[in-house]
């Protein structure tokens, strides 16, 4: 591996700073952020279902699973003429639940998450 490419102890190259703004870009969006947290409870799920949990229609629904396929967020199975939906890898969940986190430090208090680390842990220095 070329030593002038690696990203550890340095700042990414930029090309990898501009794919994650991208990233950020296309989860910047509550449907998307619901879609994801959608996708990460079951292993694939309809467009029809996933509308249904996130309280949309179908039509948008399928419009958002389109621009996150392109973005290689989602990936799609079909069988028959249905198409199945389920997240590419585990990042963009670990995106979204990090983001939640840190709304909830945004709350004041001690946060919900670091309440569960607490109860796990038994002890009062969980990490945050």
Same mark, same amino acid.
């Given at each position: 591996?070329?030593?002038?490419? @690696?990203?550890?102890?340095?700042?990414?190259?930029s090309d990898f700073v501009e794919l994650a703004v991208e990233? %950020?870009?296309?989860?910047?969006?509550?449907?998307?952020?619901?879609?994801?947290?959608?996708? =990460?409870?079951?292993?694939?799920? *309809?467009? =029809? *279902? +996933?509308?249904?949990?996130?309280? /949309?229609?179908?039509? *948008?629904?399928? @419009?958002?699973?389109? /621009?996150?396929?392109?973005a290689r967020i989602v990936s799609t199975r079909q069988e028959?003429?249905?198409? %199945?939906?389920?997240?590419? =890898?585990?990042?963009?969940? @670990? +995106?979204?639940?990090?983001?939640? %986190?840190?709304?909830?430090?945004? +709350?004041?208090?001690?946060?919900?998450?670091?309440? +569960?680390?607490?109860?796990?842990?038994?002890?009062?220095?969980? *990490?945050?």
């Amino acid at each position: 591996m070329d030593a002038d490419k @690696q990203i550890c102890g340095r700042l990414p190259e930029s090309d990898f700073v501009e794919l994650a703004v991208e990233i %950020f870009t296309m989860l910047a969006d509550a449907t998307r952020v619901r879609l994801i947290l959608a996708l =990460n409870d079951a292993r694939e799920l *309809s467009v =029809n *279902s +996933l509308a249904e949990i996130v309280d /949309k229609t179908p039509a *948008s629904v399928s @419009q958002h699973l389109a /621009k996150m396929r392109l973005a290689r967020i989602v990936s799609t199975r079909q069988e028959g003429t249905k198409v %199945f939906y389920r997240l590419e =890898n585990e990042h963009a969940s @670990q +995106l979204v639940r990090d983001a939640i %986190f840190q709304a909830e430090h945004s +709350l004041g208090g001690t946060p919900r998450h670091h309440h +569960l680390d607490l109860a796990t842990t038994g002890s009062e220095t969980a *990490s945050a």
